[in-house]
Nanobody
Framework: QIQLAESGGGLVQSGDSLRLSCVISGRTYPPFAMGWFRQAPGKEREFVAG????????KYASSVEGRFALSKDIDKTTLYLQMTRLKPEDTAVYYC???????????????????WGQGTQVTVSS
């Protein structure tokens, strides 16, 4: 059983940076597709960024392209989301997710993910 645990959220000002962490436990090999989603109050959950099972391909939502970046630690046990130039509209609960589909593409639909963390709150003040 795969378990995911996010951390790193907080209250920051517009233009600041934050790094979210998603610790993977239970199984890290073979690697599986992973992604970050977010949900703001009163809005639907949306895809933020994802990395394919092969770890060779990443994809970002247009709203965060160029500002957010994914990475994994050398042991492949933690997925990071580096967020820079944060904006008030980035305010949301951020969730880490894991998917077991064998496709080598980035999964962008929440329904394609089966493992989810508990979420971490990111609040960006103007």
């Amino acid at each position: 059983q795969i378990q995911l645990a996010e951390s790193g959220g907080g209250l920051v000002q517009s233009g600041d940076s934050l790094r979210l962490s998603c610790v993977i436990s239970g199984r890290t090999y073979p690697p599986f597709a992973m992604g970050w989603f977010r949900q703001a109050p009163g809005k639907e959950r949306e895809f933020v960024a994802g990395i394919a099972r092969t770890e060779l391909v990443t994809k970002y939502a247009s709203s965060v392209e160029g500002r957010f970046a994914l990475s994994k630690d050398i042991d492949k046990t933690t997925l990071y989301l580096q967020m820079t130039r944060l904006k008030p509209e980035d305010t949301a609960v951020y969730y880490c997710a894991g998917g077991l589909l064998t496709t080598n593409t980035v999964l962008i639909r929440g329904d394609d993910y089966v493992f989810w963390g508990q979420g971490t709150q990111v609040t960006v003040s103007s």
